[in-house]
């Protein structure tokens, strides 16, 4: 070795690590693309997911909603039901009573003045 820094060999080396160093600028590079694609394509996808979330929770919001109006409005329409069956046993006990009561002063009337009825 002559220590030439010039000589076929030196430059032939010194070529090969261009080449490498060429090369290796390129993946990075190119992994670099990749890694901010996939950056972008996590970030569109955690959107989306989002997206989705707020939208389905909001649907169901609206359902739970709507089942909660309609268990109110059943409610509302069994307790009326139940209202209308006391008003109407309460009405047909007075009803009964108010009979046996008039009945009742019917025979007493009967009873106490039987005695002076003429015959």
Not at 67 to 95: F, M, N, Q, Y
């Amino acid at each position: 070795m002559s220590g030439t820094p010039n000589s076929a060999a030196d430059q032939a080396t010194v070529e090969a690590l261009r080449r490498v160093k060429a090369v290796e600028a390129e993946w990075e590079g190119r992994l670099r693309v990749a890694r901010e694609e996939a950056e972008r394509a996590v970030g569109r996808a955690r959107d989306e997911a989002d997206a989705t979330i707020k939208a389905v929770a909001a649907e169901v919001e609206t359902e739970r909603a709507h089942r909660l109006e309609e268990g109110r409005a059943a409610a509302d329409r069994e307790a009326e039901a139940i209202r209308l069956e006391g008003a109407k046993t309460a009405d047909s006990v007075r009803g009964e009573r108010t009979k046996r009561a008039a009945n009742r002063e019917d025979e007493i009337v009967r009873a106490v003045l039987d005695p002076f009825t003429r015959d």
